[in-house]
């Protein structure tokens, strides 16, 4: 099944404790996103990734780090989680050669107390 | 101005009613367009493409003006299922970055 799995679903850590959250995609695709949802700012782009070794930055960066070691991968890295960074992850792949749809995981909801 | 603009809602709309909600976009260089749906709590999904012609999906209809640069999402004989959150999604072709209007809430009521 074609699909974006995110890890872990569920995340209560507390300020400066560094943590991953993992993404992977089995479609082969080349690009890859990361989103944070907050209510009434809708889907925030925070990086993006066009293939391996190629990330650069979104909207709102600051704060995250990312990598591309290999296609299916992108995790997001919290060097130090502060309290507004408690939000609802999203991480997105798509086929930048075919259709435009963008496939997402089913969502990190991270809590930093 | 937000790049992309929808109007939060909610909207109540009884069952079996015709609902309909537009989006607006501030880059007439826009050229991809698109509707997805998000359930409470959970991902976005892909609804529907928009194009120029306007396009029907069953009881779904999405409609773009150029002109006036907004694009529109009709939703027909409203069912209970079709309560959540629509967005709005607009690319523009010279580059590949998605941009995501906040999103336009629907509840249906029996």
């Known amino acids: 099944e074609a699909q974006v799995t995110q890890n872990p679903r569920y995340l209560i850590t507390v300020t400066g404790k560094k943590l991953t959250v993992t993404c992977s995609q089995n479609?082969?695709?080349?690009?890859m996103s990361w989103y944070r949802q907050d209510p009434g700012l809708g889907l925030r782009q925070i990086y993006y990734s066009m293939n391996v070794e190629v990330t650069d930055k979104g909207d709102v960066p600051e704060g995250y780090k990312v990598s591309r070691k290999e296609k299916r991968n992108f995790p997001l890295i919290l060097e130090s989680p502060s309290p507004n960074q408690t939000s609802l992850y999203f991480c997105a792949s798509r086929d930048l050669t075919g259709g435009n749809e963008q496939f997402f995981g089913p969502g990190t909801r991270l809590t930093v107390l | 101005r937000k790049e992309v603009e929808q109007d939060p809602g909610p909207f109540n709309v009884p069952e079996g009613a015709t609902v309909a909600f537009n989006c607006t976009y501030s880059n007439s260089a826009s050229q991809s367009f698109f509707w997805y749906r998000q359930d409470c709590r959970k991902e976005p999904k892909l609804l529907m493409s928009v194009y120029s012609s306007g396009n029907e999906d069953g009881r779904f209809t999405a409609q773009l003006n150029r002109a006036s640069q907004y694009i529109s999402l009709l939703i027909r004989d409203s069912k209970l299922s079709d309560s959540a959150t629509y967005l709005c999604v607009v690319k523009k072709d010279s580059n590949y970055q998605l941009i995501w209007g906040a999103g336009t809430k629907l509840i249906i009521k029996p």
């Open positions: 479609m082969n695709h080349e690009y």
